[in-house]
């Protein structure tokens, strides 16, 4: 099944048509850093470093919604290909800032132009009013499940009841 051809709309599950989109998206990303021999999470993680005072690195994966062994291993990457320093936090000796090098900085502002290109394209092609609904439909899913709405955690799940 191509990924762009949802099929019939009734048939459709939402977490079909979120994980299909975003699977599209992260490919297309992902084609595109190729092309400054990086990937998307690379470039997620260098538009999620503040370029004037840096980013605390317990910060980072919270905020980009990362495991911190992922995480670990991108800033590592990243440091070997010189985009960024890892620098004491002077506010707290026991932390440390990941600051954007000069190399880090242009390849933010490269990673900061798809991004915008991909926003721009959508803009381009969807009515407000449409693309205002999406972000009200995105915004209620994220609702439902911050809240435990879904799944409540005090639902007694099938490995549960086996113990």
């Not at 762009?4 to 048509?17: P, Q």
């Not at 905020?63 to 506010?91: D, F, Q, V, W, Y």
């Not at 693309?131 to 609702?143: H, P, R």
Request: charged fraction near 30%.
């Amino acid at each position: 099944m191509e990924s762009n051809n949802f099929g019939n709309m009734k048939d459709l599950t939402i977490d079909y048509a979120l994980r299909a989109t975003w699977q599209a998206v992260a490919r297309m990303y992902n084609e595109e850093a190729k092309k400054f021999d990086g990937t998307m999470a690379v470039g997620f993680c260098l538009l999620s470093i503040d370029p004037r005072e840096g980013t605390p690195s317990t910060a980072l994966g919270p905020k980009m919604g990362m495991e911190a062994t992922s995480l670990s291993r991108i800033l590592k990457s990243m440091e070997e290909k010189g985009l960024i320093e890892r620098r004491p936090n002077p506010e707290d000796g026991r932390s440390v800032l990941i600051h954007l090098t000069p190399f880090g900085r242009t390849m933010r502002e490269d990673s900061k132009a798809v991004v915008l290109r991909f926003n721009e394209a959508v803009r381009s092609v969807v009515k407000p009013a449409a693309l205002e609904g999406f972000f009200e439909v995105s915004t209620k899913i994220n609702q439902l499940i911050a809240e435990k709405r879904i799944y409540p955690v005090t639902e007694e799940t099938p490995a549960s009841k086996s113990s």
